[in-house]
């Protein structure tokens, strides 16, 4: 499993965000977020700092900024020098709004990095917490396979061998998106939600058996292939077994449990014949009717219950 304790690089939201630097001198290696709220320093630029959230990412928006135009210059040093004294990760300007050269000058010497963009304060803000929350997010690593099928993000599990990256191939074959094959990260963006990408060093790979790595970006084209797929469905492949009994009629979910969070789970028998592509599609289809309130195992319980209600009035 891998941690989140080193956080998120402030470069790296630079380069993703778009942002510009007006203290360049500054070297922004050293700098992490840790957290994955930002913080609008109202009260902080009033005097008060109690309770202070300074290991989050500071905006300043309008209304901070115009607040601190109508200081008169003694009182802004204050404010300046006590606000920049604190360890931050960053403080961003947002509306194309220019920090003055005091702002940047002590800012410099306590080596806080000012950083700005033209994006509105609500808009930006709102992005970058989500963005902070998906890098943030508890991560794991597992084995096997995801594919957006039908839009439904199904994680194929399995023994080594056993088929997942020639279900995935042949998923491929039929229109639907690779996202990663034998290697899934899982981040878990809230209770209810987890996203799986790719390593960087195999995203759009598979390993075949006897033919080896095949290149499917290049091999089928760009819409084959997904960056990242919220996973909705587990199928867990599994050797045929006579005496196991296996769920015929899928009246109750079950259910795997990743991070936390529990995901939709069916155990699918594998013996020569059967075609897993399809059965995978199938899945995820019928797992997407489920979701709009069509249950087709409790349908036909339904009409069970009623040709057994009718056959015993017209025995009467």
């Given at each position: 499993m891998s941690g989140t304790t080193n956080g998120v690089g402030v470069s790296k939201i630079v380069q993703i965000m778009d942002l510009y630097n007006f203290l360049p001198?500054?070297?922004l290696k050293g700098h992490r977020v840790m957290s994955n709220d930002v913080n609008r320093p109202?009260?902080?630029l009033s005097g008060f700092f109690e309770h202070f959230a300074q290991t989050r990412v500071q905006i300043i928006g309008n209304v901070e900024y115009t607040y601190l135009q109508h200081m008169d210059a003694e009182r802004k040093k204050e404010i300046y020098t006590e606000f920049l004294s604190y360890d931050m990760p960053c403080i961003i300007f947002c509306r194309d709004l220019q920090p003055d050269e005091?702002?940047?000058k002590i800012a410099e010497e306590n080596s806080v990095p000012v950083l700005g963009t033209k994006r509105s304060t609500s808009e930006f803000m709102s992005e970058l917490i989500y963005c902070l929350g998906e890098w943030l997010a508890p991560c794991?690593?597992?084995?096997g396979v995801l594919v957006d099928v039908y839009g439904e993000g199904l994680l194929i599990m399995g023994e080594s061998g056993i088929g997942k990256s020639e279900a995935a191939l042949e998923l491929l074959r039929r229109g639907?998106?690779?996202v990663t094959d034998d290697v899934v990260e899982i981040r878990k963006i809230n209770e209810h939600k987890l996203i799986g990408t790719s390593p960087d060093i195999t995203r759009y790979f598979i390993e075949l058996r006897g033919i080896g790595i095949v290149d499917v970006k290049n091999l089928y084209g760009v819409e084959s292939v997904k960056e990242k797929q919220e996973i909705d469905l587990v199928i867990k492949l599994e050797e045929w077994k006579?005496?196991?009994e296996y769920d015929r009629l899928g009246m109750e979910e079950e259910y795997t449990e990743i991070l936390g969070n529990k995901v939709v789970c069916h155990?699918?028998?594998?013996?020569p014949g059967r075609n897993l592509a399809v059965i995978c599609e199938t899945a995820a289809v019928n797992h997407r009717q489920k979701k709009q309130g069509y249950n087709a195992a409790q349908e036909l319980y339904r009409?069970?219950?009623e040709n057994m209600t009718k056959s015993q009035e017209d025995d009467e």
């Amino acid at each position: 499993m891998s941690g989140t304790t080193n956080g998120v690089g402030v470069s790296k939201i630079v380069q993703i965000m778009d942002l510009y630097n007006f203290l360049p001198d500054i070297d922004l290696k050293g700098h992490r977020v840790m957290s994955n709220d930002v913080n609008r320093p109202a009260l902080q630029l009033s005097g008060f700092f109690e309770h202070f959230a300074q290991t989050r990412v500071q905006i300043i928006g309008n209304v901070e900024y115009t607040y601190l135009q109508h200081m008169d210059a003694e009182r802004k040093k204050e404010i300046y020098t006590e606000f920049l004294s604190y360890d931050m990760p960053c403080i961003i300007f947002c509306r194309d709004l220019q920090p003055d050269e005091l702002f940047l000058k002590i800012a410099e010497e306590n080596s806080v990095p000012v950083l700005g963009t033209k994006r509105s304060t609500s808009e930006f803000m709102s992005e970058l917490i989500y963005c902070l929350g998906e890098w943030l997010a508890p991560c794991i690593s597992i084995h096997g396979v995801l594919v957006d099928v039908y839009g439904e993000g199904l994680l194929i599990m399995g023994e080594s061998g056993i088929g997942k990256s020639e279900a995935a191939l042949e998923l491929l074959r039929r229109g639907h998106r690779l996202v990663t094959d034998d290697v899934v990260e899982i981040r878990k963006i809230n209770e209810h939600k987890l996203i799986g990408t790719s390593p960087d060093i195999t995203r759009y790979f598979i390993e075949l058996r006897g033919i080896g790595i095949v290149d499917v970006k290049n091999l089928y084209g760009v819409e084959s292939v997904k960056e990242k797929q919220e996973i909705d469905l587990v199928i867990k492949l599994e050797e045929w077994k006579k005496d196991k009994e296996y769920d015929r009629l899928g009246m109750e979910e079950e259910y795997t449990e990743i991070l936390g969070n529990k995901v939709v789970c069916h155990s699918l028998p594998i013996r020569p014949g059967r075609n897993l592509a399809v059965i995978c599609e199938t899945a995820a289809v019928n797992h997407r009717q489920k979701k709009q309130g069509y249950n087709a195992a409790q349908e036909l319980y339904r009409r069970w219950q009623e040709n057994m209600t009718k056959s015993q009035e017209d025995d009467e």
